[in-house]
């Protein structure tokens, strides 16, 4: 099992940035590939962005491509999602999501452990 808590979401100004993190405990986190989904107010779960532990491979949706950058430090648990050039449509619950396949999924099915949530709210 992996237990994953998100944090750092918040209200930011459209041209903005955010850093959000997910802690991982449990089951050895440097195996997992890690990903960060968002879900707005009825929208489906989109994906975001994902990394792979051992080449450090990194995707992302393009609607994010050039603004985000997700990022892990094992020796911490830790994943992150850099934010910039935030834009109202941004606005939505950020989650983190554990996959321990070795491909870098864009489908929400495929992960296996999720985090509660952290709300991001990006104001015009």
């Known amino acids: 099992q992996v237990q994953l808590v998100e944090s750092g979401g918040g209200l930011v100004q459209a041209g903005g940035s955010l850093r959000v993190s997910c802690a991982a405990s449990g089951r050895t986190f440097s195996s997992y590939v890690m990903a960060w989904f968002r879900q707005a107010p009825g929208k489906e779960r989109e994906f975001v962005a994902a990394i792979r532990r051992g080449d450090g491979s990194t995707r992302y949706a393009d609607s994010v491509k050039g603004r985000f950058t997700i990022s892990r430090d094992n020796a911490k648990n830790t994943v992150y999602l850099q934010m910039n050039s935030l834009k109202p449509e941004d606005t939505a619950v950020y989650y983190c999501?554990?996959?321990?396949?070795?491909?870098?999924?864009?489908?929400?099915?495929?992960?296996?452990?999720w985090g509660q949530g952290t709300q991001v709210t990006v104001s015009s």
């Open positions: 999501a554990a996959d321990n396949s070795l491909g870098l999924n864009t489908i929400a099915t495929m992960y296996d452990y």
